[in-house]
């Protein structure tokens, strides 16, 4: 009888609690170094984990400009373009201050990068630095974005 009903929990009820993943955008931000291909890492401002530019889609926007104004204001990014369509996603549980949890889904939009300003929105909250996409794909925490970093 427990399995039965850890099945139907597991299968049919806690699905049906569970509110769909809410949805982010997030700039892949890249150049050509004289190694090869860099991205842009930046810190996020709660724990200092490193992440890509990212955040909810902003209205008026679709995902390319939303995730192209996200590098901006979190790592002063002016680019030359970004992909139309994502070129991947991840999946992270967001935690909220409340303590309450939400699934979310990240869509990742790469960006060639054109130039870097010193003075942006959050400078004084955040750091940011170039490096290799292996690298990068060793600091991140989500294996997803792990994937899809090591695949440049």
Known sequence: MTTHLT?????IIKPMLQR??????AALCSRSGADGKEVLMITSRGTGRWILPKGWPIEGKDGPESALQ???EEAGVKANGIS?????????????????EEPVT??????????LEDDYPESSERTRQWMKPAEAADLV???ELQEILRRL
Request: glycine letters at 4%.
């Open 70 to 72: 996200e590098a901006w």
């Open 84 to 100: 139309p369509q994502p070129v991947g996603e991840y999946h992270f549980t967001k935690r909220h201050d409340n303590g309450t």
């Open 141 to 143: 925490d989500e294996p």
């Open 106 to 115: 990240t869509l990742i939009f790469e960006a060639e990068v054109a130039q």
């Open 7 to 11: 099945r139907a929990w597991e299968e």
């Open 20 to 25: 769909p993943a809410r949805v982010q955008v």
